[in-house]
């Protein structure tokens, strides 16, 4: 059995997990078995999880959203959206969402990532601190309050965000 990278620290609404493709999926709750390396995680319509990765990072998965947990620094999102907060922990590694339309990278922030596989586009909303967006070789960084996002041929940004609190 591989080794716990994750634990679930609350669901709302329905949220499953598989350890393979061809697994089944299986019902997530608080509180339940730790996850390992490779596991997908998906979120139905209306329904939220919060992950704890590692010893610090807090993952937070938006309704409709697909991952997989590759180990408590790197997460694969397939689609939808993802907050990271890394918990600002001097010298621990940073978190990095990949996604077919671009790659996060945390600098000690609080971040929000996400991945439209319809348009192939992602996009990087950074609340706290600095983080980066990466696609193919360009590279760019965004600081609190910015928003990137990669197309299938550009970064664009950084601009302003609305904050929504």
Not at 37 to 51: K, R, S, W, Y
Not at 59 to 83: D, F, I, N, W
Not at 114 to 131: I, Q, S
């Amino acid at each position: 059995m591989p080794s716990s990278i994750a634990s679930v620290e609350r669901v709302a609404g329905l949220a499953h997990a598989r350890a393979t493709e061809s697994a089944p999926w299986m019902q997530l709750a608080a509180g339940g078995r730790p996850i390992g390396a490779g596991v997908e995680v998906q979120t139905l319509a209306g329904a939220g999880v919060a992950l704890r990765l590692g010893a610090s990072t807090s993952l937070r998965l938006a309704a409709a959203t697909r991952v997989v947990l590759r180990s408590p620094t790197e997460v694969q999102l397939l689609a939808g959206r993802v907050y990271v907060d890394s918990g600002g922990e001097a010298g621990a590694a940073p978190v990095t969402i990949d996604s077919p339309g671009g790659s996060a990278r945390e600098v000690g922030t609080q971040f929000e990532f996400g991945y439209d596989p319809a348009v192939f586009e992602a996009r990087l909303r950074v609340r706290e601190g600095r983080a980066w967006l990466q696609r193919g070789a360009v590279e760019r960084l965004a600081s609190a309050g910015e928003q990137l996002s990669a197309g299938p041929r550009v970064i664009s940004g950084p601009t302003p965000v609305a904050r929504d609190d």
